[in-house]
């Protein structure tokens, strides 16, 4: 915690208030924003909609579980739940790592392809009218280059960092 030199708590300035209050009300929004077009769309949350982003991306369209769970930025036990249910879908399946016998691979499937490739024209949509439409290039730059610091910031280095993919 970040004290004064009294020792007492730095408390945020008016400011620093508006500013926060406004991050968390843009982005509960925006995620839900786009949690309801993915459901309404494809039957799916936006979490689940990253997951089969990701693995789309990945060679071979897999990825080891412990490497998708970063990427998500989301814990292990929320991507085991996640994948039991894109199992259950179609749309992913999982094998086991042929390099280690411990791991498993989230493998997007061709239906899981199919699938993504029909809801993605209508999620980019959503998202650049909720976001990209409303900034000019300046403030998108701006965004990106604050967006990066903070997240640098929360992600340490280090086999005793905190961070979800490690819990």
């Known amino acids: 915690m970040t004290t004064t030199s009294t020792g007492g708590p730095l408390w945020l300035t008016d400011e620093e208030q508006s500013v926060w209050r406004a991050y968390l009300h843009a982005t509960t929004l925006m995620e839900d924003h786009l949690d309801r077009q993915l459901q309404r769309d494809a039957?799916?949350?936006?979490?689940?909609?990253?997951?089969?982003?990701?693995?789309?991306?990945?060679?071979?369209?897999?990825?080891?579980?412990?490497?998708?769970?970063?990427?998500?930025?989301?814990?292990r036990s929320r991507l085991s739940h996640a994948v039991a249910r894109l199992e259950k879908n179609g749309w992913v399946r999982r094998e086991e790592c042929p390099s280690d016998k411990r791991g498993q691979n989230a493998v997007l499937t061709d239906e899981?392809?199919?699938?993504?490739?029909?809801?993605?024209?209508?999620?980019?949509?959503?998202?650049?009218?909720?976001?990209?439409?409303?900034?000019?290039?300046?403030?998108?730059?701006?965004?990106?280059?604050?967006?990066?610091?903070?997240?640098?910031?929360?992600?340490?280095?280090?086999?005793?960092?905190?961070?979800?993919?490690?819990?």
């Open 43 to 75: 039957g799916m949350p936006h979490i689940y909609y990253g997951l089969l982003v990701h693995l789309s991306q990945a060679p071979r369209r897999r990825m080891r579980m412990t490497e998708l769970a970063k990427d998500a930025k989301i814990t």
């Open 112 to 167: 899981g392809f199919e699938m993504l490739a029909r809801s993605a024209p209508g999620h980019v949509d959503a998202v650049r009218h909720a976001m990209f439409a409303r900034l000019t290039p300046d403030q998108v730059a701006s965004l990106g280059e604050i967006m990066q610091v903070i997240a640098t910031g929360l992600q340490p280095e280090g086999v005793d960092a905190d961070l979800p993919w490690l819990r």
